[in-house]
């Protein structure tokens, strides 16, 4: 079958064969595994199926949004179109646009979890401990409605303020892996 003239469906069941793998693609390992499903995030928010007539179907318990495989890769990707171009990457098709080829080969696919995870952690650390200052405190402070945060919150050792441009933020980010 010609990966690049699949029908929706057809991308939806290609993606919902593998679907673990591929949703390990997007967030990393499962942070909580059971004979019937996985779980991402400390939080266990979003769970996915893995067996029976449900395999593949998940749900974000944070927002409400559930569907298929496909349906998780358009959420992540922000549109159908993008959906289908990760997919077709993910699952090897020929024709990928030259976005696509570079985010193949970044970092983030290339190593695995725990590589991506050791890297990741090591650019925090070399990041300045503590948030004053930066744009993360101002806009903590504004969402308190302008209070000052105290002091213990600002020069914690554990937040990071990451600038635009890093490798595992391509926005301004606050950062916070060890809470």
């Known amino acids: 079958m010609n990966l690049n003239r699949k029908s929706v469906s057809e991308w939806a069941e290609a993606l919902r064969e593998d679907c673990e793998q591929v949703v390990e693609a997007l967030f990393g390992p499962a942070q909580h595994r059971s004979a019937r499903e996985l779980r991402w995030f400390a939080d266990g928010k979003l769970s996915m199926t893995r067996t029976g007539p449900r395999r593949g179907k998940w749900r974000n318990y944070a927002t409400g949004a559930h569907g298929d495989v496909l349906d998780l890769v358009v959420q992540d990707q922000g549109s159908i179109s993008s ?97």
């Open 83 to 179: 959906a289908v171009e990760w997919a077709s990457a993910y699952l090897g098709g020929a024709a990928m646009t030259q976005a696509t080829q570079v985010a193949r080969n970044s970092p983030a696919q290339v190593l695995d979890n725990g590589e991506r995870t050791r890297k990741a952690l090591a650019m925090f650390d070399r990041l300045p401990q503590g948030i004053r200052g930066t744009l993360a405190a101002s806009y903590l402070e504004a969402r308190l409605g302008g209070a000052q945060l105290p002091d213990e919150v600002l020069n914690h050792r554990d937040f990071r303020f990451a600038p635009v441009g890093l490798w595992i933020t391509t926005e301004p980010a606050l950062l916070c892996p060890r809470c």
